[in-house]
């Protein structure tokens, strides 16, 4: 079985300042990882995936994760935090290939982003 | 384009009532998937459909839960006799290519009183 460890529920930070948002996972098998992103009232969005391509993996506005096997660790980092930023963030886990269709949710980190 | 789309945005029940939820994916994509997100926690996984195979139904939290899909497209979610513990918000996502990508919808929340 997979599943995905958030390690801060809240995560608060000033405008400017590194965003760095934690997660561990657990996999049988060599995983496919994803964060998405929950803006207020919005759908979840992709922000970027690992799927045994490069380990450093770049998303969109400005996001990016490194893959870790020996820490097992897909930890998700901005240089520069904006207020668009604030929101909540999953990190999700699947098996890899041949693994299936479940994706396994984390419980969320929910970022401010204070001026 | 059009993203996904669920309906209704808001239900409120009551207990012992049974629900329909709809949820319309994205023209073309052959994956369609339903989550529930209870507060505090995480989505979790309830069932999966892919082209014309038998759906994955292994999330389904009890038999009061059964979804259908119709002609590879619209899905209906249904929750019979509902219980409190059932409130929660239930997402549909859909892909094109294999579970990697999923696209996601607004979501359906539902409160039983």
């Known amino acids: 079985a997979q599943s995905v460890t958030q390690l801060d529920s809240h995560v608060s930070v000033s405008e400017g300042t590194p965003v760095l948002l934690r997660c561990n996972y657990s996999?049988?098998?060599?995983?496919?990882l994803f964060w998405y992103v929950q803006h207020p009232n919005k759908g979840l969005q992709l922000l970027l995936k690992?799927?045994?391509?490069?380990?450093l993996v770049k998303g969109i506005n400005g996001f990016e994760a490194e893959f870790k096997k020996s820490e097992t660790s897909f930890h998700l980092t901005k240089p520069s935090a904006h207020m668009s930023d604030a929101a909540e963030y999953f990190c999700?886990?699947?098996?890899?290939?041949?693994?299936?269709?479940?994706?396994?949710f984390g419980t969320g980190t929910q970022l401010k982003v204070e001026l | 384009g059009a993203g996904v789309s669920q309906s209704p945005s808001n239900k409120v029940t009551e207990k012992g009532k049974d629900v329909e939820l709809r949820c319309d994916p994205i023209?073309?994509?052959?994956?369609l998937y339903w989550y529930r997100q209870s507060l505090g926690q995480g989505l979790e996984f309830l069932i999966y459909?892919?082209?014309?195979?038998?759906?994955?139904k292994s999330g389904l939290p009890s038999d009061r839960f059964s979804a259908e899909r119709t002609g590879g497209s619209v899905s209906t979610l249904t929750i019979q006799r509902t219980q409190q513990e059932d409130s929660a918000v239930y997402l549909c996502?859909?892909?094109?290519?294999?579970?990697?990508?999923?696209?996601f919808g607004p979501g359906t929340r539902l409160t039983v009183l």
């Open positions: 996502a859909s892909s094109l290519a294999g579970p990697d990508t999923q696209y």
């Open positions: 996999s049988s098998y060599s995983p496919s």
């Open positions: 690992y799927t045994s391509a490069a380990t």
């Open positions: 999700v886990v699947r098996r890899g290939a041949g693994g299936g269709n479940k994706l396994t």
């Open positions: 023209s073309g994509h052959t994956a």
């Open positions: 459909f892919q082209g014309n195979s038998a759906p994955d």
